[in-house]
């Protein structure tokens, strides 16, 4: 599975981003999806995940009511819909794909979110 990630920029304290991840090379249908990010200096972080049959949600602590995960299988993707952003979620995002019931196997190149405050 190849990942392509998009939607990242620069943006102010307290506005919206939507983050996107294509998949190709197979369906995503069976994966769990997922996003992590990454600031700088720190390590790579979980940030969401939907399950594969879209019935079940989780999220970071530090983003909860603030993110939004969200799958198309149809578009083989996973979307983020960022709301109230904070100089905090500054971070490369990456997207992620879990074959149920392995591990994260497989990741995205990243795109760049910046918040100013």
């Known amino acids: 599975v190849q990942l392509q990630a998009s939607g990242g920029g620069l943006v102010q304290a307290g506005d919206s981003l939507r983050l996107s991840c294509v998949a190709s090379g197979r369906t995503i249908v069976s994966y769990d999806m997922g996003w992590f990010h990454q600031a700088p200096g720190k390590e790579r972080e979980f940030v969401a995940r939907?399950?594969?049959?879209?019935?079940?949600?989780d999220y970071a602590d530090s983003i909860k009511g603030r993110f939004v995960i969200s799958r198309d299988n149809a578009k083989n993707s996973v979307y983020l819909q960022m709301n109230s952003l904070k100089p905090d979620d500054t971070a490369v995002y990456y997207c992620?794909?879990?074959?149920?019931?392995?591990?994260?196997?497989?990741w995205g190149h990243g795109t760049q979110v910046t918040v100013s405050s």
């Open positions: 992620a794909a879990k074959p149920v019931p392995d591990s994260w196997d497989y």
């Open positions: 939907v399950r594969w049959s879209g019935d079940s949600r």
